[in-house]
């Protein structure tokens, strides 16, 4: 069945480093999504990417969507201590279905 | 905060107990979610509910029984649960129009523990 694919699993920085996420799909995704889940809460809507090649920021977060539409990255530039959390992205389902989530990054920064 | 609200929060619960997990939405939305998340499988989609009809079961036991009345509300009714059924049960909403891309808003999810 459809997947999207994360990685890393698992990413450790330190405060003020880099952070750059991956989602990827074997096939073409009309749309994909971002989400956060910080610890012990609820996963929220970050944002939404839907042209090949489109570029979003907010603030120091910046979202990519691949020319060829089937991956897409998040990088945060600077991390503080609020990015801790899991990003997830999501991709439309087939036939129908509901989105198809990753398995999540899981940053955790240290000051 | 996002208009997805979850009861009860937390619930410790034996094998043999029946409980029921409350999931209500006054986003004006039509789709309904329920998720497992759990250490091994982040974010496990169960059911699905639009329209009031149910429109995904994702292989899960007949000891989960959904419930959804109206558009707003959604139950999880439990029974008879194993302990490898402890997890975070999330609750969602989309608009309903086009399940497979819409944004799902969360609740805050129930925390279950099945001794």
């Known amino acids: 069945g459809q997947q999207v694919m994360q990685i890393p699993q698992y990413q450790h920085v330190q405060e003020g480093e880099d952070f750059t996420t991956y989602c990827n799909s074997s096939t073409t995704l009309s749309n994909i999504q971002w989400y956060k889940q910080r610890p012990g809460g609820h996963p929220v809507f970050l944002i939404q990417l839907v042209k090949s090649g489109e570029v979003k920021k907010q603030k120091r977060l910046t979202f990519q969507f691949g020319e060829a539409k089937k991956n897409s990255s998040l990088h945060i530039t600077a991390t503080q201590t609020t990015d801790v959390g899991t990003y997830f992205c999501a991709g439309p389902g087939q036939a129908g279905t509901a989105l198809i989530f990753g398995k999540g990054t899981t940053l955790s920064v240290s000051s | 905060e996002t208009g997805v609200t979850q009861t009860p929060r937390h619930l410790v619960m034996g094998m043999t107990n029946k409980k029921s997990l409350k999931c209500e939405q006054h986003?004006?939305?039509?789709?309904m979610y329920w998720y497992k998340q759990s250490a091994k499988k982040p974010l496990e989609l169960m059911f699905v509910?639009?329209?009031?009809?149910?429109?995904e079961n994702n292989s899960v036991p007949s000891r989960f029984s959904p419930e959804c009345p109206n558009s707003s509300h959604l139950f999880l009714h439990l029974h008879t649960l194993q302990p490898e059924d402890s997890a975070l049960y999330l609750c969602a909403s989309s608009q309903g129009r086009q399940v497979f891309q819409e944004t799902q808003y969360f609740g805050p999810g129930t925390r279950l523990l099945v001794l």
């Open positions: 986003l004006g939305h039509n789709a």
């Open positions: 509910y639009n329209f009031k009809e149910q429109t």
